[in-house]
């Protein structure tokens, strides 16, 4: 299961993952057109994908749309990828701003991830994935918000990690940098090239991979890590 698997990273990943064989639930908001197409190049693959269309920030949706599916079966692995950022200086930041970024974050990681987690350590089995990012690593200006988000998702994850690790759950997170994706398309591209030791943006497949390997048998051993996918911009 994927979340934000629309567009972006979360498609990259949902396409990846099918790749190697798993079927997808990949969940988004509400860009029906873009899902509905990734739908049909997973299944071009060979693989199922069901669409679970609710707002990972809506305790009912989130209840509605995955109680049903969940007394049924348990996904062998959760990303927790449905993310956006709202940037303005904190002096101009609105509670809005703030609210919204730190919840789809924090509040989505937490609603979707509890609803998950029972079952996969029943099953005593699971790898769960956080899109973190350099911005809670590092901290830009211009996001507070996001920047504590993403600081938050990182310590929740190595919490997490900490707590299910002897239940045979897997809890890790991937802390991508500049990724070419509609969340970045407006940022001054050349200066933001300049800082990067590898000279370019991410790809959204460069992250899937990483995810991909978090849920192979070759992480087996890893856990509470954050895997930086960053061009060597921090770390
Ligand atoms: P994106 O292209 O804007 O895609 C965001 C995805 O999240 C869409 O599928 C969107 O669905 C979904 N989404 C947003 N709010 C949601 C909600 N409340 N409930 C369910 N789904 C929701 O963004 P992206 O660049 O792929 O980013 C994906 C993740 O990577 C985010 O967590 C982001 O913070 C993180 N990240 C990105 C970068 C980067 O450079 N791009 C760098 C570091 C970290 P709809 O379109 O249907 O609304």
Known sequence: MITGASRGLGRAIALRLAREGYDIWANYRSAHEAAHELQAQIEETGRTCRLLPFDVCDEKQVAEALDPLLSETTPDVLINNAGFSKDTLMMWMSTEEWQS????????????????????????????????????????????NYAAAKAGLIGATRALAAEVVKRGVLVNAVAPGFIETEMTQDLPRE?????????????????????????????????????????????
Not at 125 to 142: C, E, F, K, Y
Request: hydrophobic fraction near 40%; glycine fraction near 16%; include cysteine.
């Open 101 to 144: 970024v730190t919840d789809v974050s924090l509040r989505g990681f937490f609603l979707v991830t509890k609803a998950v987690l029972l079952g996969m350590m029943k099953r005593r089995s699971g790898r769960i994935v956080n899109i973190a990012s350099t911005s809670g690593q590092t901290g830009l200006p211009g996001q507070s």
């Open 191 to 235: 200066q933001i090239i300049g800082r990067i030791p590898l000279g370019r943006l991410g790809r959204p497949e460069d992250v899937a991979g990483a995810v991909a390997f978090l849920c192979s048998h070759d992480a087996d051993y890893i856990v509470g890590q954050v895997i930086n996918v960053n061009g060597g911009i921090y770390g």
